[in-house]
């Protein structure tokens, strides 16, 4: 066995920091991030409770606004935000019955079904999923 | 006399229903083909694509006479026949079935029917009432002989050619003498609905009629235009019927909307209209300096403030971007910002201080966080390099020792 | 008893004594190519570490995976670095296989009885090439989208077997979906094993003939034949590449981080100015060059069947060199080397001047 020199302590020591440059990094990147995936097919669209019933929330869904209503009877309904006439974003009307583009007054119905004004197609449908008090959106499954 | 005409309408279409089921002859068309002088075959040449033809209603339908008589006694004026009708007299021929509920519902349940009484209304019918003989009626704009529906893109009264079938007749050498201006068709192709409607297609946005109507053609009164533009512009309709502005406007005896917007030639409105300086729409009526702007002064200068700080942060997010940094969730954030601006700019037309500050604070709230995205951004692009730095340092250290350790050995 | 002697005992780890005492490297002024084998394993190996780290994270599927790495880059600690490490670490592989490559070429290292070790040197470095295209396409972007299509195209075009090949690589006459499933498999799974054998028989080669002396040193009988050993005096040595290497990497990835691009969309129109990787570069420019017809036979084709021509004759220089690696016939091998080195670099360069059409 050789006789550690100086040279082999610092060397050893050195080495030690190099180590753990590389494995900080690493174990850094095997622990989980706060979302665990991306948000694009599906979504936490909302804490369970957070939107009354009549009520509505904007929430960001794979880079496009969508809308998140819960009926009077407490029941969710999520579709795409953004108005098919010229890309404004909706809200829900305060009487609850409607999906309405205050850009050029466009109507929807809670269907998403454009009923009303210039937009000429639907709202995309989302699914929506209830799970241990988060409500969860999904994209619908392409038929 | 109109009486006795309907009867005599009705009886030849009835016989003449009778004869098209059993895919008689039509001896108006067969003849009329065949002729030298094109004055007299065009009418058969439009009938292939012709809605009244398609139905089943052919020449005798209007002009009367007998279809079924090959020879030139089908013209007699005793089995029915009129000849081609006056000007004046085309409207009440076409209204004597368009305007005929029970006959309109034999061919389509839920049928348009015409009204006379709006008809009546309309500048057109006043004009022709006096005389005008140039003054559109039906087949001006619907064809003669070869009409087509008005949901076929051919048709001159399909959504995208109504702006230049108007224009046919609104143009400066027919309205030679009148006392109307021209220059509607000129300013409306310009204006960002005859944009959307000529070159985009889009169908949704307005051509004439939406505006002034369709039999009823007329300009909209003064207290009325901004009913018509509020039909798809709700929004900022509802706002500005409640705002201060607008009753000030009444008391000028102003239009609202066309004031600041103009009609025929709307631009999309810029941010630079919103300033009392020359060159601003509000210097129309205000002055710099006045109570009113002093009144407006705060908003408009957050306002400006809004689109500033929006600026900023798409800058700083597109530094980022430029150097390597994914900057996704930082432009949804500047998107929804972006979105309270166009609120922020509907929400001016109620020229309410409170109401536009609640908006503006909303807005640069989102702004901010888009701008701290794009900050922690650079600030992680900083760090990244400082990161490699020292792994270098640490790296050029440990190959300096090994190297060291190399000439230890071969002592 | 130590620890490392219980070891020994239960692992047999005296096979390694011979390693360690007995292994010498020799020293001449040619010994500076022999660590371009090392460079290139120890780049592999951080390939396999970065590319397990990714595996993690990554989707192999047309909806989810542009998604999935664009999640890597931005939402996972560090995701952005091990992603940029792959990435330069595999063009940096490519590279260094490269050297190590013409350098054993010109050392003619491919002598009796190391035609084997030459052999399979051959297929790793055709495996390295086919890792780097399986990878390109991984992203899902639109240049990798559209440099696969391209690529597949020209290998379609292969006389007989190109049209059956094409649809093996991509799962179908398009490239779609299936044909990323594929490729991943490809990637993480067919190749790494093809890889690990051929890579176990070229490492146990190496070992088993030692390092191969260029003819010049063997000739020159004058100077005295110095030796290293390979413990721990070569080792280190390699070592110091290694760092170097690693400090390379992290400059890199900080630097110049590797850019995600636009998702996939097979219905746009191809970007302007797609080129492949670069260690395609001179095969791209080639076939740019060809005219559309040459005596009446289909330029592409031309230049495929060229290609194929010259890796095969590159592949058998052992057999077709003189066996002692001197006179003549040796020297237009060296000339056929140098000659093959200038094109490659010429052809490489040409591509990022934009030449051709």
């Known amino acids: 066995m050789k006789r550690r020199t100086f040279l082999d302590v610092v060397i050893a020591a050195s080495g030690a920091v190099l180590g753990a440059f590389v494995l900080y990094p690493i174990a850094r990147y095997l622990v989980p991030p706060k979302s665990p995936e991306a948000a694009t097919r599906r979504v936490v669209a909302a804490k369970q409770d957070e939107v009354p019933p009549g009520g509505f929330k904007i929430f960001p869904f794979g880079g496009e606004p969508g809308i998140l209503i819960r009926g009077k009877d407490g029941a969710y309904r999520a579709l795409s935000a953004v108005c098919t006439h010229l890309g404004c974003t909706v809200q829900l009307r305060p009487d609850g019955q409607s999906i309405w583009c205050a850009c050029h007054n466009g109507f929807y119905d809670l269907e998403g079904r454009n009923v009303s004004g210039p937009p000429p197609r639907p709202l995309e449908s989302y699914v929506v999923h209830v799970i241990d008090g988060d409500i969860v959106v999904e994209k619908a499954k392409s038929a | 006399m109109r009486a006795a005409l309907r009867f005599t309408l009705l009886a030849g279409l009835l016989l003449f229903g009778a004869t098209a089921a059993k895919a008689a002859k039509d001896s108006c068309v067969e003849c009329h083909r065949g002729l030298d002088e094109a004055r007299l075959r065009a009418p058969t040449q439009g009938f292939s ?53 029970a006959f309109m519902k034999r061919y389509n349940p839920r049928p348009y029917v015409f009204s006379m009484g709006e008809w009546q209304t309309s500048v057109h019918a006043k004009l022709a009432a006096q005389g005008d003989a140039k003054v559109a009626t039906c087949t001006s704009c619907h064809g003669v002989h070869g009409i087509r529906p008005p949901r076929d893109p051919a048709s001159p009264v399909f959504k995208t050619n109504v702006p230049r079938t108007c224009a046919k007749c609104h143009n400066a050498d027919y309205m030679k003498g009148h006392a109307i201006r021209t220059d509607q068709f000129a300013l409306y192709a310009k204006s960002v609905h005859g944009v959307a409607l000529l070159e985009k297609g889009d169908v949704s ?31 900022e309709a509802e706002l500005f019927a409640g705002s201060r502005m607008k009753s000030g406007m009444d008391a000028l005896g102003k239009p609202g909307c066309v004031t600041c917007h103009g009609n025929h030639g709307v631009q999309q409105p810029t941010d630079a209209m919103l300033s009392a300086a020359a060159g601003g729409t509000c210097a129309g009526c205000h002055q710099p300096g006045s109570v009113a702007e002093q009144g407006t002064s705060a908003i408009v200068a957050n306002f400006r403030e809004l689109q500033g700080s929006l600026s900023t942060a798409d800058s700083l997010l597109k530094l980022a971007e430029v150097r390597g940094m994914e900057t996704g969730p930082g432009r949804e954030g500047l998107k929804a910002a972006q979105d309270a601006l166009v609120g922020v700019r509907a929400g001016l037309h109620s020229f309410d201080p409170k109401q536009i500050g609640a908006v503006l604070t909303e807005g640069a709230a989102l702004s901010r966080k888009a701008m701290d995205y794009g900050r922690e951004a650079l600030r992680d692009w900083h760090n990244r390099r400082v990161g490699m730095a020292l792994s270098l340092v640490v790296i050029l250290i440990l190959i300096g020792l090994v190297v060291a350790k190399i000439r230890q050995i071969e002592k | 008893m130590s620890a490392s002697d219980w070891l020994r005992d239960r692992l047999g780890l005296e096979a390694l004594d011979h390693v360690i005492e007995k292994k010498r490297v020799p020293v001449h002024r040619h010994t500076f190519w022999y660590y371009w084998g090392g460079m290139t394993l120890f780049l592999f190996g951080v390939q396999v570490g970065t590319g397990i780290l990714l595996v993690l994270y990554y989707r192999p599927s047309a909806d989810e995976a542009y998604e999935s790495v664009r999640f890597l880059m931005t939402q996972v600690s560090f995701g952005w670095l091990i992603r940029s490490i792959h990435s330069w670490s595999g063009n940096l592989l490519v590279g260094a296989a490269m050297i190590h490559m013409f ?45 696969t299509k391209v690529g597949t195209d020209i290998m379609s075009s ?110 746009a129109f191809a970007p302007a100015g797609i080129k492949p990787e670069w260690y395609f570069g001179y095969m791209f420019q080639t076939l740019r060059m060809i005219p559309a017809r040459v005596f009446g036979i289909e330029g592409e084709l031309l230049g495929i069947v060229g290609f194929g021509l010259g890796a095969l004759v590159w592949a058998l220089v052992p057999f077709l060199d003189a066996p002692d690696g001197r006179g003549p016939r040796a020297r237009v091998w060296n000339v056929i080397g140098v000659l093959a080195m200038v094109y490659v670099i010429i052809f490489t360069l040409l591509v990022y001047r934009g030449a051709g059409s």
């Open chain 2, 49 to 101: 694509h012709d809605i009244h033809a398609e139905r089943g209603l052919s020449c005798a339908a209007c002009h009367g006479g007998d279809p079924a008589d090959p020879e030139p006694s089908a013209m007699d004026p005793d089995k029915g026949f009129k000849g081609a009708p006056t000007r004046a007299q085309i409207a009440p021929l076409c209204a004597s079935c368009h305007a005929n509920v």
């Open chain 3, 103 to 147: 350098s054993a070429f010109m050392l003619k290292s491919y002598r009796r009885p190391r035609e084997v070790t030459w052999l399979t040197g051959m297929a790793l470095f055709v495996l390295c090439l086919a890792f780097g295209f399986s990878g390109y396409l991984l992203p899902w972007n639109q240049l990798a989208f559209f440099a």
């Open chain 2, 205 to 235: 946005a307005p051509a004439c009629n939406d505006c002034h109507g369709n039999h009823g053609a007329a300009p909209p009164g003064l207290k009325d235009v901004a009913m018509v533009c509020g039909t798809c512009h709700g929004r």
């Open chain 3, 158 to 267: 292969v006389p007989l077997v190109g049209p059956f090949l094409g649809r093996l690589l991509r799962g179908g006459d398009q490239i779609t979906g299936g044909t990323l499933t594929r490729f991943f498999g490809f990637h993480v799974a067919i190749l790494p094993l093809c890889m690990t054998a051929l890579l176990g028989i070229h490492l146990f080669l190496v070992q088993w003939h030692g390092m191969s002396v260029p003819p010049g040193v063997e000739q020159d009988t004058a100077a005295p034949k110095r030796e290293m050993k390979f413990v721990p005096a070569f080792l280190l040595r390699d070592l110091v590449g290694w760092l170097a290497a690693l400090g390379a990497l992290a400059l890199l990835a900080a630097l110049f981080p590797w850019e995600l691009g636009l998702k996939a969309d097979p219905y």
